[in-house]
């Protein structure tokens, strides 16, 4: 008796939960719909609307709402509501509720779909490529629009997810050779008006609206429901028989707006974090952010992922903003993931955009990484060394010769990790290693919310020639290729892509952020480079060993003069077929030479050039790398 009234007492002292609450907003069965939302128990005249389109007229029914328990409201519709919209309304307007699986046009309202029917035919036989370690990916961030809208691109569905099921866009992404494809946010976003598509519309789409829907503008037909979650499908299923993983870029750091928001509009202010005096905080700079150390906002980001990993296949996810996050909701992600699947890969932005309104100490920040194994984020050190910093489109590093960027691109090759032989007095941003896998680090050098490196190399170094800039761009991904994080590419910087100097292009027309796949006419040695440094990457698991201690057994870092990176990976590192392989980064505008252990050695890469077959010999105990360019080596 004492045990029970213990636990009794303890129940009652225990902080209120609404983990009772779910995300299974319309339960359907053919007799009836039993309809679900999460909402303040003080709402007044809480319903559910029924509507026979996505868009417009009035409701076939308006059914009240009752309390059934704490902060939940229920309400069943007798009848068959196939193929019906539904709005939820409590008094702060309509909203598609906050999970909802398929909408109309626009996303203003829910559907009720029969989802079986949005796959496609041999779905359930699909498979998630194999992967042995994140080390093993290689990430090619795009945008729909960006990679097909283009005329040269030749491709049928210009700007739409069918587009990535077209053999042309398999046969190039397979040609390149990655092996994972990082989308854009996918999910319903609001800047695009779907019923105007025929008028130029762009946004990059980080303005989440319905973050469970695949957006209706990337599909072929935005007003039936079933249609943009079937070639979503599609896509996915396209890119997973070709060997390629998919994943989606996830914003749940902010939304659109406030007031017009699900969120807002289902439990005001619950979701959003405020400041001490009251306002909404703005850690996403977007004028909002979510607080999802919330109880039922923490359970909404994992059953999300769940649900696209589920029923979409999603092989990874890109946490946009992951710095506004706290640390305990990553890794019940992280968690929840492993238990489906281990090999999903985790990474996001290491930063917030603004101060947010929860310690530092508990967000998923870079400088946090550690306390988040499994969870991957982007290096602006090695980022920023090679090319210079985010907020300065015109200051140089090291591709322009400038100095004291050598430790900063050190840090990025090993991996974020402590290395014996780093100087992190020396390294940009970071005072000491975040990572503890060199698997938590995203090794780049240029993505979709900056210049591209073209534009970047331009802007930074008045006066380029084409020549020097091919050069400089094949060098800078060089080290990213050969660093021991996950290397990742902007989609076109195979194609010698520009955006016309812009560096935020977030809502820019397409002559701005489309490909031209022309380019690669015109730069043939440029995509070429590319081929060869990411096939080289693939066959020689010295340069993806994946583990911390592998790296400081075999990773070495040679004496080199100013502006030159050397690094030694030795001793057939990750039973490697080559038993030394050496990488020499010059800036220089003048040949360097790096002193080396005493041999012969088969030059594989020099002077914009790569072949594994070997290009000759190099004998004794100095590498001489050419002018603005990579020297690879191996005995």
Not at 61 to 66: D, G
Not at 463 to 485: H, K, P, W, Y
Request: proline share 5%; hydrophobic share 35%.
């Amino acid at each position: 008796m004492k045990k029970w009234i213990v636990m009794g007492l303890m129940t009652m002292l225990l902080p209120k939960t609404v983990a009772a609450n779910d995300f299974k907003e319309a339960d359907y069965t053919p007799q009836q719909t039993t309809f679900k939302i999460f909402a303040p128990s003080k709402a007044k005249n809480v319903r559910v609307r029924i509507y026979k389109a996505g868009i417009n007229g009035r409701a076939l029914k308006t059914v009240k709402m009752k309390l059934t328990s704490e902060d939940t409201w229920e309400a069943t519709v007798k009848g068959d509501m196939m193929n019906r919209f539904y709005t939820f309304d409590m008094g702060n307007g309509e909203c598609a509720g906050l999970f909802a699986k398929a909408v109309g046009v626009n996303g203003k309202r829910a559907a009720i779909i029969d989802m079986a029917t949005t796959n496609p035919e041999g779905w359930e036989s699909d498979v998630r490529p194999v992967i042995k370690s994140p080390a093993d990916l290689v990430i090619y961030e795009m945008h729909h629009r960006d990679f097909s809208i283009h005329e040269s691109s030749g491709l049928v569905n210009k700007g739409k997810f069918l587009a990535l099921t077209e053999q042309k866009a398999i046969d190039h992404l397979k040609a390149l050779g990655v092996n994972a494809i990082h989308i854009l946010p996918s999910y319903d976003y609001a800047s695009v008006d779907e019923t105007r598509l025929n008028e130029p519309q762009y946004n990059w789409g980080y303005d989440p609206v319905n973050y469970n829907v695949p957006e209706g503008s990337y599909s072929t037909d935005p007003y039936t429901p079933a249609t943009r979650i079937k070639e979503f499908k599609q896509m996915v299923q396209a890119l997973h028989n070709a060997g390629i993983r998919v994943i989606l870029d996830v914003v749940y750091n902010h939304t659109w707006d406030i007031n017009g928001s699900n969120f807002q509009r289902t439990y005001p202010d619950y979701f959003y974090r405020k400041t001490a005096d009251g306002q909404y905080s703005n850690g996403s700079g977007c004028g909002n952010e979510t607080a999802s150390e919330q109880e039922m906002m923490r359970k909404y980001m994992v059953e999300s992922v769940k649900y696209w990993i589920n029923e979409y296949h999603i092989d990874g996810f890109r946490f946009d903003l992951m710095g506004v996050h706290d640390i305990e909701t990553m890794n019940q992600i992280r968690k929840a993931v492993d238990e489906i699947d281990p090999t999903i890969y985790i990474y996001g932005e290491g930063w917030s955009a603004g101060s947010c309104a929860y310690p530092t100490e508990k967000l998923g920040l870079k400088a946090n990484i550690q306390q988040m194994p499994g969870i991957g984020a982007f290096s602006d050190e090695i980022r920023d060394a090679l090319r210079g910093p985010f907020n300065d489109d015109h200051k140089a590093a090291f591709l322009a010769c400038k100095p004291d960027n050598e430790e900063s691109i050190k840090f990025g090759i090993a991996g974020a990790i402590e290395h014996p032989q780093l100087d992190y007095s020396k390294v940009n941003y970071s005072t000491k290693p975040w990572a503890t896998e060199p698997t938590q680090m995203i090794s780049y050098v240029s993505c979709h919310d900056d210049m591209c490196l073209v534009d970047r190399l331009k802007s930074s170094i008045p006066g380029i020639s084409m020549d020097e800039l091919i050069r400089l761009n094949q060098l800078a991904q060089t080290a990213v290729f050969t660093s021991q994080g996950v290397p990742f590419m902007l989609s076109g910087e195979e194609m010698l892509r520009d955006k016309k100097g812009v560096h935020n292009s977030y809502n820019s027309p397409d002559s701005i952020n489309q490909l031209d796949w022309d380019n690669m006419k015109r730069y043939p040695q440029v995509l070429e480079y590319y081929q060869k440094l990411i096939q080289l990457r693939k066959n020689h698991p010295a340069f993806r060993l994946g583990s911390a201690d592998l790296v400081r057994k075999h990773l070495e870092f040679l004496d080199a003069p100013k502006n030159v990176v050397a690094f030694r990976l030795k001793n057939y590192a990750g039973r490697d077929d080559w038993r030394d392989i050496i990488v020499v980064l010059n800036a220089n505008k003048t040949p360097q030479s790096v002193n080396i252990p005493e041999g012969k050695y088969t030059i594989v890469a020099m002077g914009g050039v790569i072949n594994e077959q070997g290009m000759g010999n190099m004998n004794g105990d100095k590498a001489t790398a050419l002018p603005q360019s990579a020297l690879i080596i191996h005995n």
